[in-house]
């Protein structure tokens, strides 16, 4: 239930990406603690070094991002 949850949260460390994205995660949906934990199994930190491509041209992404720090640019080519 509710407590198990709390406990959940507030044992994660509150400094980590996956932290943060739960918080923000919990103003638009009631996760139970069967769904946080396994969230906290999936969700993993990537740091990337400035202007490095995460994702080229012609690759299918099948990743969410969230960014906790810094920016990230998005560039698309029109073929017109």
């Known amino acids: 239930g509710g407590d198990r949850k709390r406990e959940i949260i507030n044992h994660m460390n509150k ?3 996956e932290h ?7 103003q638009f949906v009631n996760l ?7 969230f906290q199994s999936i969700v993993h930190q990537k740091d ?12 299918i992404c099948d ?5 906790v720090k810094g920016l990230c640019r ?6 017109d």
């Open 15 to 17: 400094k980590t990406p």
């Open 20 to 26: 943060h994205l739960l918080l923000f995660l919990r």
């Open 32 to 38: 139970q603690a069967e769904e946080i934990s396994s």
């Open 48 to 59: 990337f070094d400035k202007n490095e491509i995460f994702i080229h041209e012609g690759e």
């Open 63 to 67: 990743k969410v991002f969230f960014v």
């Open 74 to 79: 998005h560039f698309f080519t029109d073929k």
